[in-house]
């Protein structure tokens, strides 16, 4: 029983070592999915600006009712650290995932990639439609 243990302890512990002391796995996946999550969070703050101060055409809200209740708690402090949270636990997950299955975590962190770059591409959108 206690030899298992240890086994498992030292396991976890590679694998740590792994992901702080060396190397970042993907890396370059890792980088683009922050950049483009740093690039969600500009547009979303702008979209939210504008509109609180009546530069748009129409009223635009956050939909994600979580992140709504950050922003209606905490106002755009609480939006920015749920963002930093969210973005920092997918991250944690692929690294951790990465250690085995590195495969796996690429198409996790370039479809998170994706679907923010999404996000962020509809909000342009937006922001360009209903600028006055």
Do not use: H
Request: net charge positive.
């Amino acid at each position: 029983m206690v030899t298992r243990f240890i086994a498992i302890k030292n396991r976890f512990i590679f694998r740590l070592r792994k992901i702080i002391g060396g190397d970042l796995p993907l890396e370059t996946e890792t980088c683009r999915f922050v950049l483009v999550s740093l690039l969600d969070l500009f547009m979303t703050f702008l979209l939210l600006y504008f509109s609180n101060r009546g530069m748009m055409r129409n009223v635009v809200v956050e939909s994600n009712p979580v992140a709504q209740y950050f922003i209606s708690g905490w106002g755009t402090l609480g939006l920015v650290w749920f963002k930093i949270g969210m973005v920092t636990l997918i991250v944690l997950a692929a690294q951790g995932v990465a250690t085995r299955r590195p495969a796996v975590a690429q198409v996790v962190l370039n479809g998170a990639t994706l679907f923010v770059g999404g996000v962020v591409a509809y909000s342009t959108l937006l922001l360009v439609q209903n600028q006055i």
